[in-house]
């Protein structure tokens, strides 16, 4: 099917209700088109949203809500990724698609290639339905002992997924008759996957209210919390089936069916306090602990407290600076405190447990060998650790808050530390061990930053408007890791004493220009990883610690070799503008979101224009190396061989960005009728514009130029219509 891409979004909401009793009921429907013009390739979504309040009585209130969100997806076979991989190889080469009435008399794609667009027409498809089903209630029984609250609350999310992958198998001929060039999903296979799961949560908890001499005000609050999930699924599938268009579990192969049962679960209880005072709303102070449990924990290491701490002053209570003229509010504030994280925990990491395979006897001597009998084994995938438990979160905080000119400037500070102690992080340990190893309670992980929000509101008669601005940075730091510490070019995610995700690479500098300079500097430096016909037109690495051979060294910060530490990919400077406009009934909003600093590295198989023997160069590789341009971004072409692109500082990405992230304008139409409240008509728009220098298009006009500074991207636009009933 030939197909356009579009979305389309709708929802309807009603709400209404007594003095006593509200409601609202809404429901949406949502479809988009993926980016393949042929084949399966959408997906769907529908909610069902309802809400009902109530008061029983002066000292009884329940709330009760019920959701619903069913999804469906559907999808090529092959995979979309793997199909625009295929477009990617294969353009300028071929027609992309060339039909079966060809003169060969077979499906020929006339060159080294799968066919892409036939993939799309005819590999299969992929459907994925899934439905959640959530339903919750909360009691509230407040002063029947006057200053007492009790909230009551149970909630169910109940989860079902279905899976049918067809793969059908397409084969594509050479010249000569029968003769294969290329063929996929051979043989044709069938998988079906169903799981249901649920996620149950219970909570209890007790708020006291009392005051003390009229001047000291008291908040003391206490409860537990239960959470219990589980997931079953099961999977079978089966290969061969009697024919391309027909799939079904009973029509497979015997010997290569499969099936398979997946159980999943967990569980985390809390009890938990908190006491809070004010006095005079001057000096505000809270103090809270949490105990909690984890299923996912030996027994030993199950339960955890976790204290924290918070206090504050209001300044501008205080009888200096009350009525000052500068300030509406000035607080001081700072904290403490620790929580668990257990999010990186597997279900069952302290028991060894044993997994199952198949040996399937495919081919034909192994079908003899076996006599056409499949066996089942069963081996340990990973170590088990009993010793494992939580990861602990460790964070201060000081902040301010500000207002002035009759809170129409605000300001809001905060610096902050963070120690994440405990840390769980994967060993680096010998091959010979012969087995998984899981994540250990091995390192220690420091971050800091600070971050303010800056905003002016006002109004000049009709138009009223606001403008806000927020800038924050985030350092980090691997105080201490338990492995081993090792770098190599590219990218490293662990290493102790450095920030996580740090790029190493070579330095260069410039090209070879002849290849009687590169003889010369081949016999005072070797570089192992150039071909025998290197030259002119390729990249020159420095030979940083004079040991005559461009590497590693002994691949630690230690002894680097020749490689040189540029930075983290983890950004810095996130910054925001938000503005709001109001005049009339019109109404707008503009918001702009940016990182100053990062960095990052382009892979080199991206960069690489032939290192393939299927990939071709894009126009950006125009800018290549010849006698004539020796200032080129890229180097001379060669086929198969990436050693000039090699991590190093001729690569590292600006990863800096400037993006119109949202933009929205409205109209409300001064229309009011007994039946209608509201009448607004609006445009909105998602990721419209960037300014950024990363690598992406190259105009032969202008010199070394290969880089777009700005260009227009246009990810959801929508047009819309809200009416209030």
């Known amino acids: 099917m030939n197909k356009y891409s579009g979305m389309h979004n709708h929802n309807v909401s009603v709400s209404g209700g007594g003095e006593k009793t509200v409601y609202n009921i809404s429901t949406g429907y949502y479809h988009r088109d993926g ?44 995979g979309t990724d793997q199909i625009i991989n295929r477009l990617y190889r294969s353009r300028t080469r071929q027609s992309l698609y060339v039909p079966a009435e060809d003169i060969t008399g077979q499906p020929y794609n006339g060159d080294l290639q799968i066919n892409a667009v036939d993939i799309q027409k005819n590999a299969g498809e992929w459907r994925r339905l899934y439905e959640s089903f959530t339903g919750r209630a909360n009691l509230k029984i407040k002063d029947l002992v006057k200053g007492l609250t009790l909230d009551l609350s149970g909630s169910r999310n109940q989860d079902y997924f279905s899976s049918v992958r067809n793969r059908r198998t397409l084969t594509w001929y050479g010249r000569s008759t029968n003769t294969t060039r290329f063929s996929i999903h051979n043989p044709n296979s069938t998988e079906n996957t169903k799981n249901r799961g649920y996620l149950n949560n219970l909570q209890a908890v007790a708020t006291y209210n009392f005051d003390v001499l009229d001047h000291h005000h008291f908040t003391l609050l206490g409860g537990t919390s239960y959470e219990e999930y589980r997931k079953d699924e099961l999977t079978a599938g ?52 949490r105990y ?25 209570q205080e009888d200096f600076l009350r009525d000052n003229g500068i300030f509406d509010q000035l607080k001081l504030r700072g904290s403490w405190g620790q929580l668990g994280n257990g999010s990186s925990l597997g279900f069952y990491d302290y028991i060894p447990l044993l997994t199952s395979g198949l040996n399937v006897p495919t081919s034909q001597e ?50 902050y530390v963070k120690r994440n102690k405990n840390m769980l992080a994967a060993l680096n340990l010998p091959s010979i ?83 009687e300079e590169y003889d010369q500097y081949k016999q005072m430096v070797s570089t192992p990883f150039f071909p025998n016909n290197a030259g002119a037109g390729d990249v020159k690495y420095l030979d940083l610690n004079g040991d005559g051979v461009i590497t590693a ?74 006698p004539d341009n020796p200032d080129a971004f890229f180097p001379r072409m060669y086929q198969t061989s990436a050693h000039n692109y ?25 229309l009011r009728t007994a039946s209608i409240q509201k009448l607004r008509v609006f445009f909105s728009g998602q990721d419209l514009w960037e300014h950024t220098d990363v690598l992406r298009v190259f105009d032969p006009e202008v010199p070394n130029n290969v880089s777009a500074t700005t260009y227009p991207f246009f990810r959801s636009i929508s047009f819309g219509l809200n009416v209030t009933f």
Do not use: C
């Open 35 to 78: 980016v393949l013009r042929y084949g399966p390739d959408d997906n769907a979504r529908y909610t069902l949203r309802t809400n009902l309040s109530t008061e029983v009585n002066k000292y009884i209130s329940l709330d009760v809500s019920a959701n619903y969100v069913g999804s469906e997806v559907n999808e090529n076979a092959y």
């Open 238 to 289: 089966a290969q061969s089936m009697i024919t391309n268009d027909f799939f079904s579990l009973n029509y497979g192969d015997p010997l290569t069916k499969t099936n398979g049962d997946l159980i999943e679960t967990w569980a985390i209880a809390s009890y938990f306090g908190r006491l809070n005072y004010n006095f005079q709303e001057k000096y505000l102070f809270e103090a809270s602990v």
């Open 292 to 316: 909690d449990g984890s299923s996912r924990l030996a027994h030993e290491n199950r339960w955890k407290l976790f204290p924290s701490f918070s206090a504050a002053w209001r300044l501008d």
């Open 366 to 415: 192994d079908r003899l060998v076996f006599n056409n009998l499949r066996t089942q084994f069963l081996y340990q995938r990973e170590l088990a650790s009993a010793q494992k438990t939580w990861e602990v979160v460790e964070q201060s905080n000081i902040g301010l808050d500000m207002t002035f000119l009759e809170n129409r400037l605000s300001f809001t500070g905060d610096y």
């Open 433 to 515: 061990i012969g087995i998984n190893v899981p994540r250990f309670n091995v390192g220690e992980l420091k971050s800091w930053g600070w971050e303010f929000d800056l905003k002016w509101r006002d109004k000049v008669n009709d138009f009223s408007y606001s403008i806000g601005f927020n800038l924050s940075d985030n350092q980090n730091e691997l105080v201490r890791f338990d492995g081993r510490n090792i770098i190599n070019e590219g990218h490293v995610e662990l290493l102790e004493g450095y920030p996580m995700n740090t790029v190493w690479g070579y330095k260069t500098d410039g090209y070879f220009q002849t290849q």
């Open 553 to 626: 060294g002994g691949g630690t910060p230690e002894e680097p070799g020749d490689l040189i530490n540029y930075g983290t990919t983890n950004g810095r400077y996130f910054y925001g503008l938000n503005l709001d406009f109001q005049w009339k009934g019109f109404d707008a909003s503009i918001f702009f979101q940016g990182v100053a600093k990062r960095v990052f590295l382009i892979n080199e198989g991206t960069l690489s224009p032939m290192l393939g023997t299927a990939d071709l160069p894009w126009t950006i590789h125009m800018d290549r190396w010849t």
């Open 646 to 670: 090699r991590p190093s500082d001729r690569y590292i990405q600006n990863g800096a960005y400037l993006r119109l992230k949202n933009l929205q304008f409205g109209y409300t139409v001064p």
